[in-house]
């Protein structure tokens, strides 16, 4: 095991992995909107010394990249809008193909949301990505689970960024494959292990939080549908059991899991409106998916 007497530098940043509901995204807004007015203790190597986070936007160094799957990006746009004031933070969507190729235009804005399908797409083209000219102050990459393989061009693309503070918010329902990340530093040792985990991530509970408060009441309402929304839900069930059943026959359910969890969310948002719902045969995650079977 590798050994030193040097204090290693201060870490910014980690993961994230409260449970689901307990305000993950608006814990992160809260920090960013923090950059507008707070003090924040700077590691000079050494020793900290205080800075002034204002000061430095000045400067143009305050920025945030956040990266989040398409499902999530209208959860940030909602929360900000929520619960802060009109015009005080100002968003850029990089994802569609009207998003801007000017670095300075990206310059221009608080934070920056793309998804991880546009930043692998742009990050592997022959033109430099914008978003890698940019040294941005935090990159927040949101559902973190979805960069598990680090061979992965996603997971290869959100490295290439030049960033003083980097959060991955992750409930650790895969915990072991952060934990897997960490086991070579650790060298075998569970313990240190455990520490190295407990260093760099923060993970509540719902029941440890919740003490105190009144009980939450949960109703459970059954949907019916009928016509061809029924006939449009079971013709979308039976396809996606049958890419489940062909990826255990294969062996391939670890590796794609990813993708059924998007087909279990195609039929939740089918209960919402059927517009919700694109036929399988017209998404690209499909060719992906073909590409590399």
Same mark, same amino acid.
């Given at each position: ?6 204090? #290693? ?7 994230? %992995? ?18 507008? @007015?707070?003090?924040?203790?700077? %590691? ?8 002034? @986070? ?21 959860? $940030? ?30 310059? /221009? ?7 991880? &399908? ?7 083209? &022959? ?8 040294? $941005? $102050? ?5 559902? *973190?689970?979805?960069? /598990?393989?680090?061979? *992965?061009?996603?997971?290869? %693309? ?7 503070? &980097?959060? *991955?918010?992750? !409930? ?5 494959? $952060?934990?897997?990340?960490?086991? !070579? ?9 455990? @520490?190295?985990? %407990? ?8 029941? /440890? ?11 459970? @309402? ?27 026959? *294969? ?27 694109? #036929? ?14």
């Amino acid at each position: 095991m590798h050994q030193t007497d040097r204090r #290693p530098e201060p870490f910014h940043g980690g993961i994230f %992995a409260d449970d689901h509901g307990l305000g993950k995204t608006l814990t992160l807004l809260s920090l960013i909107s923090f950059d507008k @007015v707070g003090i924040l203790p700077e %590691a000079t190597g050494k020793r900290y010394r205080v800075m002034s @986070v204002s000061s430095e936007k000045k400067r143009g160094g305050l920025q945030t990249l956040i990266v989040c799957s398409s499902v999530v990006c209208s959860t $940030w746009e909602s929360q900000l809008q929520e619960h802060t004031h009109k015009g005080s933070h100002k968003l850029y969507k990089n994802y569609g193909n009207s998003r801007t190729k000017d670095v300075e235009d990206l310059k /221009k804005y608080d934070m920056v949301l793309t998804t991880y &399908r546009t930043l692998t797409n742009e990050c592997f083209r &022959r033109m430099r990505c914008p978003l890698r000219k940019i040294e $941005w $102050w935090r990159v927040i990459l949101d559902e *973190a689970h979805v960069i /598990k393989n680090a061979n *992965a061009k996603r997971s290869r %693309a959100v490295t290439k960024f030049t960033a003083r503070r &980097r959060w *991955a918010l992750d !409930p650790l329902s895969i915990k072991r494959y $952060w934990q897997g990340l960490l086991q !070579p530093l650790a060298d075998g040792d569970e313990n240190l292990l455990q @520490v190295l985990m %407990a260093t760099i991530s923060l993970r509540r509970i719902k029941d /440890k939080l919740l003490n105190g408060l009144p009980s939450k009441t949960v109703e459970t @309402v059954s949907l019916q549908l009928f016509g061809k929304e029924r006939e449009l839900y079971d013709r979308m069930e039976s396809s996606s059991k049958d890419f489940v059943d062909y990826f255990i026959f *294969a062996d391939r359910l670890r590796s794609r899991y990813s993708f059924v969890l998007f087909l279990v969310l195609r039929l939740r948002k089918l209960c919402d409106d059927s517009a919700c719902s694109q #036929p399988l045969e017209n998404l690209p995650i499909l060719k992906t998916l073909k590409k590399t079977s």
